[in-house]
């Protein structure tokens, strides 16, 4: 982790397996896939393999594509000539062409439409492209990494990814595991997370106590890293102290911390879901696109579930 621009945590061996990985195929120019849950840092670390190899001072490119509506995406991916359609009055760049021999991100490549995969196995295959509505061939000099919290290979089975696709994508591959996997990062994580985000909430100098420590430790953490930071920065906000103790905490990681938690406090999903979204609100002081950000789900999906729980 020389490059001080972009971090992985790397302490429990699981994560330094992925960091050895990480660093072996960073010099690589072959296609990349990242899978793993949701909030484990699949994004973190993409930006760290493109900091780590000869692409760092090159562009980095990332397009979210479960976000933007499938008939965006094309616009987006390959750019598009004016007049292209309805709407398009001036010509546009996609980010194929403006990663030039950088890196360029497919986040959630599994919710491209299959007409959208179709194009993207050309690029795949040839390494070239047109802009919508144009002629002239382009040619695709970056390096693509895919990210997917899904199982593409189930996908491909039900016939909703393309396997000649799939198969292009998984030519190298790194499977981030989840934070309960890795027991051994989430005090260091912590710690990290504090470094970073104390100064932003005015408390530099903010830490642990053993009790919020052994809480933490003790939680089961569906959200992964992302639900972590979401509960340290809930911590900053609401403590009154520099030292965070166990009640400045969310209430879900309290309840998992008191005597016979594991067994009489089992809580489902959806409850599980309700405590995260309201937190993660309550955290983002009702900032609906910052706490959608956070929370690795679209604006309309996070209104639509803040409608459902009545989280309103």
Known sequence: MSDPRVEWIAVDPASRRVLELAERVASAATNLLITGESGTGKDQLARFIHEQGPRRDAPYQK??????????????????????????????????????????????????????????????????????????????????????????????????????????????AIEVPPLRSRPGDLLPLSDH?????????????????????????????PGNVRELKNALERALVFAQHDVLGISDLPESIRTAARPGAASGNLRSLEQLEKEAIGATLEATRYKISRAAEILGISRKTLLEKRKKYGLL
């Open 193 to 221: 997370l504090l470094r970073r985000l104390g100064p932003v909430h005015g408390r530099s100098e903010a830490r642990l106590d053993a009790e919020a420590q052994a809480a933490l430790a003790a939680y089961s953490w």
């Open 63 to 172: 397009i979210d594509c479960a976000s933007l509506p499938p008939e965006l995406v094309e616009s987006e991916l390959f750019g598009h000539e004016r007049g292209a359609f309805t709407g398009a009055v001036e010509s546009k760049r996609g980010r194929f062409e403006l990663a030039g021999r950088g890196t360029l991100v497919l986040d959630e490549v599994a919710a491209l439409g299959l007409p959208v995969q179709a194009k993207l196995l050309r690029v795949l295959e040839e390494r070239r492209f047109e802009h919508l509505g144009g002629t002239e061939s382009l040619r695709m000099e970056a390096r693509l990494i895919a990210l997917t919290n899904s199982n593409l290979a189930r996908a491909v089975a039900e016939h909703r990814f393309r396997e000649d696709v799939f198969f292009r994508l998984n030519v190298l």
